[in-house]
């Protein structure tokens, strides 16, 4: 037996009692967790600057606030969202009224991941534990600070009750379970390899994966504003960020300004030496750092390059004259290196970028309306931004997720909660009266009624 299966064994009696967290206890609950991460806030701080050189400002406006704001957003519309809909009946159902209940799917297991091990691995949590279900979470190894103090304010927190930690069994183990739904965060192999066992036992599963996601920069657009916004996109968290833009086309008359307005906007960013700042992130282990060092070397060097195996240190890297069929455009970089191919306009990239798989993000600079249009109907991609980098993210109202294989499913805001329900339909219908219509024997009548509503509709 597995460590974790006396918990699942426990909830899924409790579910199958009939039993449910009433709306309010999920509340408190969300609540406590939100007192509790504030309580810890400066060591979780601590432990994202241990795991990955976080400086604490970045911590604090990519992980801890989004996370705080998601989860308060939660509590604010938690009723609402949980409440049962009414929905009309079709006239074959004359006299009934249809009604949607909102059902926690059950057990739980969210699969977090370790570029954002906090925002990762809570936001979701508190989303299938605000729809009402039981979670296991299953947190990465690979940032244990942060994965040390999120076990710290679980156990806290929930103390075992309908929230749990595996934290002894594999990944592997867990996916030999019986699942009632399935959220994973991390690469495309191991998802596959999660959707493939998920699909063994019929489980629902979201998959949050990523891609080469493209940033185009056309001639009409704000090319200060575009480099500002663009390096902080690219950059943040050394660029181990699932949204962030992985290669840039620019278009061939600008691009030569850009680039110097890009290496300049580094060097105010991070200084004349990124490694001595005290914003800038590491590479999260040496293997990582390994393959980010091969993909060094390609094209021409607009800026960066350095790097320090000691200090998982690689500079915000700028590359040039890269090609589609160039070794560091087959996978995601998933780093601190932007290539750059050269475009003649929207229209000639488009299609090549259309044939590629789809990205998880995309992002548009330019104030062309026709480009604009383009840029939003001609190609699939989970989604994005127009003259901004994954701002997107940010807003409770717009889902966050992927398409093809940069994902499926989405959450953020009400489709955090929605992801975690089962929307069961229930028509309820009057006894006041009996349209027998529909049943037999058809005589004459009855023929000749049914005959006249299947030429009438």
């Not at 009309?88 to 159902?93: D, F, L």
């Not at 596959?192 to 920069?217: F, H, Q, S």
Request: overall charge positive.
């Amino acid at each position: 037996m597995n460590e974790i299966s006396p918990f699942l064994e426990k909830e899924q009696l409790f579910f199958q009692s009939g039993s449910r967290m009433s709306v309010a206890e999920r509340k408190n609950a969300l609540i406590k967790l939100i007192a509790l991460l504030k309580e810890n806030r400066e060591k979780l701080f601590s432990a994202l600057y241990d795991d990955l050189h976080k400086s604490e400002n970045e911590a604090a406006v990519s992980e801890y606030i989004p996370l705080i704001t998601s989860i308060r957003y939660l509590i604010k519309n938690l009723r609402r969202f949980a409440a049962p809909e009414y929905a009309g009946a079709s006239i074959a159902n004359f006299g009934g009224r249809g009604k949607i209940i909102k059902e926690p799917y059950g057990n739980v297991l969210v699969v977090s991941t370790w570029n954002y091990p906090l925002l990762l691995s809570i936001e979701p949590l508190a989303a299938a534990l605000a729809a009402g279900n039981s979670v296991t979470l299953k947190l990465s190894p690979l940032s244990p600070a942060t994965t040390r103090m999120l076990i710290y304010i679980i156990n806290q927190c929930f103390k075992n009750e309908h929230v749990t930690v595996a934290e002894n069994d594999s990944l592997e183990e867990l996916l030999h379970e019986k699942w009632d739904y399935i959220f994973f965060t991390g690469g495309i192999r191991m998802g596959r390899i999660v959707a493939e066992c998920a699909a063994k036992k019929l489980t629902p599963v979201t998959l949050e994966l990523g891609g080469k996601n493209p940033c185009i920069v056309d001639a009409s657009a704000d090319l200060q504003l575009a480099a500002t916004r663009i390096v902080w996109g690219k950059f943040m968290n050394a660029g181990q960020t699932c949204a962030a833009p992985d290669y840039l086309l620019v278009e061939k008359s600008i691009q030569q300004k850009f680039m110097n307005i890009l290496r300049k906007e580094i060097q105010n960013f991070f200084g004349e030496s990124p490694e001595e700042s005290p914003d800038y992130s590491r590479i999260i282990n040496q293997d990582h750092y390994n393959r980010l060092a091969a993909l060094i070397g390609q094209g021409k060097l607009v800026t960066g390059g350095e790097r320090n195996p000691d200090s998982l240190y690689i500079a915000p890297t700028v590359i040039e004259d890269i090609h589609w069929t160039d070794p560091i455009m087959e996978n995601e970089i998933f780093g601190p290196i932007l290539p750059v191919i050269t475009m003649d306009s929207l229209d000639d990239v488009l299609p090549l970028i259309g044939r590629r798989p789809k990205s998880l993000s995309a992002y548009y600079f330019g104030k062309n309306r026709k480009n604009m249009k383009k840029f939003m109907n001609s190609i699939s991609f989970g989604g994005g931004c127009i003259n901004d980098c994954i701002m997107h993210l940010c807003s409770p109202h717009l889902p966050f997720g992927g398409v093809g294989s940069s994902g499926m499913g989405a959450y953020h805001g009400k489709a955090s909660f929605d992801t975690f329900t089962h929307r069961k339909s229930i028509l309820v219908q009057t006894t006041m009266l009996n349209l027998t219509l529909r049943f037999p024997p058809f005589g004459a009548l009855k023929k000749f009624i049914i005959k006249l509503v299947t030429k009438a509709i």
